[in-house]
């Protein structure tokens, strides 16, 4: 039954159905719409690309380095706090 996939012919029926279905005037400003949406995701990808350009590499430009922040309190995010009446920790 699906030997072939599409044939010339399930084309052409395809074309007849849609033209049934949307009319000849909406096929035209249809079509326009689909090239104008083809080009816009054509010169964002190229965009993106250029932008992955210019990006530094690993091996490249290194971002200046962030001051360090003081820790209050004595302890690191995630650690536990020494209890009250232990001398051990410090």
């Known amino acids: 039954m699906l ?8 084309l052409l029926i395809v074309a007849i159905v849609t033209i049934a279905l ?3 005037k909406k ?3 249809t079509a326009r719409a689909l ?3 083809m080009r816009i995701l054509k010169s964002e990808a190229k965009a993106m690309k250029g ?3 210019t ?3 690993a091996t490249g430009d290194a971002p200046a380095p ?3 922040v003081p820790r209050v309190g004595g302890t690191a995010p995630g650690e536990a706090r020494p209890a009250a009446g232990d001398d051990s920790a410090r």
């Open 55 to 57: 990006r530094p590499t």
């Open 27 to 29: 096929l035209p400003e």
């Open 3 to 10: 030997r072939n996939g599409l044939e010339p012919w399930h």
């Open 66 to 68: 962030t001051a360090a």
């Open 51 to 53: 932008d992955d350009a």
């Open 35 to 37: 090239g104008k949406s």
């Open 22 to 24: 949307f009319g000849s």
